[in-house]
C-alpha cells in the first residue's frame, strides 16, 4: 500500500529544532521518490525537500537548505526530516508524499520536484510546524 503518516510537529520559537517523521511502506520507498511540501494558510503547496528512491540522492529548496536535512530508515519505513534554526516563514503545514503520478514513469526520480506537486499523488494527513516568538 501507499499510505503516510507524518508526525513530529509543533510549536517552537525562532532559532528552534523539530524532527518530523514519515511512516510509509517498503514498496512505497522502493518504488517511488518521497518528497516533502509544506503549505500555508491560502497559499500552493511549497517543495521543501526531496530523496531520490533507488540511491537516496536528497535535494533542498533554496530556502531551506543548510538548515533542514532529509534521511530515510529502510528498516523502519520512515523518512525524516530534521530542521535547525527554525524561523517563522517555515510555518506551515507539513506533508510527505510519494511521486506516483509522474507523466513520463520517472517515479523514482526528484525531476521538477519543487514545484510540481500534482505529480506526487498520495500525500498523508500532515503535521503543522508553527515557529513563532
Known amino acids: 500500500q501507499v499510505q503516510f503518516v507524518e508526525s513530529g510537529g509543533g510549536s517552537v520559537q525562532p532559532g528552534g529544532t523539530l524532527r518530523l517523521s514519515c511512516e510509509t511502506s517498503?514498496?512505497?520507498?522502493?518504488?517511488?521518490?518521497i518528497a516533502w511540501f509544506r503549505q500555508a494558510p491560502g497559499r500552493e503547496p511549497e517543495g521543501v525537500s526531496c530523496?531520490?528512491?533507488?540511491?537516496?540522492?536528497?535535494y533542498y529548496a533554496d530556502s531551506v537548505k543548510d538548515r533542514f536535512s532529509v534521511s530515510r530508515d529502510l528498516d523502519k519505513n520512515t523518512v525524516y526530516l530534521q530542521m535547525s534554526n527554525l524561523r517563522p516563514e517555515d510555518t506551515g503545514t507539513y506533508f510527505c508524499?510519494?511521486?506516483?503520478?509522474?507523466?513520463?514513469?520517472?517515479?523514482?526520480?526528484?525531476?521538477?520536484?519543487?514545484?510540481?506537486?500534482?505529480?506526487?499523488?498520495?500525500w498523508g494527513q500532515g503535521t503543522q510546524v508553527t515557529v513563532s516568538s
Open positions: 508524499a510519494a511521486r506516483t503520478k509522474d507523466p513520463d514513469r520517472l517515479f523514482r526520480h526528484c525531476g521538477l520536484w519543487e514545484t510540481q506537486f500534482e505529480r506526487f499523488g498520495v
Open positions: 517498503q514498496f512505497a520507498l522502493r518504488a517511488y521518490a
Open positions: 530523496i531520490r528512491s533507488y540511491d537516496g540522492t536528497t
